[in-house]
């Protein structure tokens, strides 16, 4: 096969794993709005598709650093690809700790749930602007979406005082699971932003650090 193929093949597997990210992700939060355990279950399920993803995309770099001599802007979208899989299979994971946490809980007994989705939504908004990026490899798109992630990390600072304030006033506590999931979701916000500056080193070879 010619490497213009085997790119265009990479390329394609990176958008698959990114879209079936994004479904885990939508999932996680509809059964941490609406409970179904079901549905939980099939998220944790389809982690191991994405862990087969990354392998697969690893597989791929090594086929076409060892067998092909690639210019330097396909050689920089291998080496690209190889992090951004590793910053999606990370997503996927977070979105797997959702779906866990649903199961192991009755949602009506879940403190802040819609919080969670909210933050989540906030999410998955940044997440769009970057799955778009990819898709065109767009260098412009790669520097809206980290951008956008402000909101996420303000939504996370908020919300957590709001929560904190709250049980304050009700002699409550915030369990620590529930707060572990306010967090996967805000670290999801960076290893998007990850995903970004992978995508404008493919294309430019500059190295950008979104903090």
């Given amino acids: ?24 992700m939508v999932k996680a939060l509809d059964c941490l709005s609406s409970g179904n355990k079901e549905v939980a279950l099939h998220v944790v399920e389809m982690d191991e598709f994405i862990n087969h993803e990354d392998s697969d995309i690893n597989d791929r770099a090594i086929e076409v650093l060892s067998l092909l001599q690639p210019v330097a802007s396909d050689l920089r979208l291998i080496l690209a690809g190889i992090r951004i899989s590793n910053d999606l299979e990370r997503i996927g994971d977070y979105a797997k700790n959702i779906a866990k ?46 951008a956008n992630d402000d909101e996420l990390d303000e939504a996370f600072k908020v919300y957590g005082s709001n929560l904190e304030e709250s049980i304050t006033k009700n002699e409550a506590h915030l369990p620590l699971a529930t707060f572990s999931i306010l967090r996967n979701i805000e670290r999801a916000g960076d290893h998007t932003k990850n995903v970004c500056e992978s995508i404008i080193y493919a294309k430019k070879g500059q190295h950008i650090d979104f903090g």
Wanted: glycine content about 2%.
């Fill in 1 to 24: 096969m010619k490497i213009e193929n085997q790119i265009e093949d990479y390329h394609k597997v990176l958008v698959e794993m990114s879209l079936r990210v994004r479904s885990m």
């Fill in 101 to 146: 946490y649903v199961i192991k809980n009755n949602v009506n007994d879940i403190m802040y749930s819609q919080d969670m989705v909210a933050i989540g939504n906030i999410f998955l908004r940044n997440y769009d602007e970057a799955l778009l990026a990819l898709k065109d490899m767009s260098v412009e798109l790669a520097y809206k979406a980290p």
